[in-house]
Nanobody, 120 residues
Framework: QVQLVESGGGLVQPGGSLRLSCAAS????????MGWYRQAPGKQRELVAR???????TYADSVKGRFTISRDNAKNTVYLQMNNLNPDDTAVYYC??????????????WGQGTQVTVSS
């Protein structure tokens, strides 16, 4: 089994910042790609940012220059630093990890989601 546990969501005013964390645990041999996705009410889940094990990054155009994804491979943890937040960033944020498990099988793991609300 592989579990992803997210933390760091909450309520913030426009222009504010939040830092999300996601720690993976369980039967992990190695984690390749990690990422953050979000889903706003009535909308489809969308990619926010992804990072490879070698730390190459990809961002949605809507968050470029405001959000930064990073990871700590030793801790199996991925972070999302979110700055200059605006109400359009309000959503449930989900962590994702592509895991090679100890039995060498590949598992696409998802966290339970953490709510981010940007409002004055």
């Amino acid at each position: 089994q592989v579990q992803l546990v997210e933390s760091g969501g909450g309520l913030v005013q426009p222009g504010g910042s939040l830092r999300l964390s996601c720690a993976a645990s369980g039967s992990i041999r190695v984690i390749t790609d990690m990422g953050w996705y979000r889903q706003a009410p009535g909308k489809q889940r969308e990619l926010v940012a992804r990072i490879t094990r070698g730390t190459s990054t990809t961002y949605a155009d809507s968050v470029k220059g405001r959000f930064t994804i990073s990871r700590d491979n030793a801790k199996n943890t991925v972070y999302l630093q979110m700055n200059n937040l605006n109400p359009d960033d309000t959503a449930v944020y989900y962590c994702n990890a592509l895991v090679i498990r100890t039995d060498v099988s590949i598992y696409d793991a998802w966290g339970q989601g953490t709510q981010v609300t940007v409002s004055s």
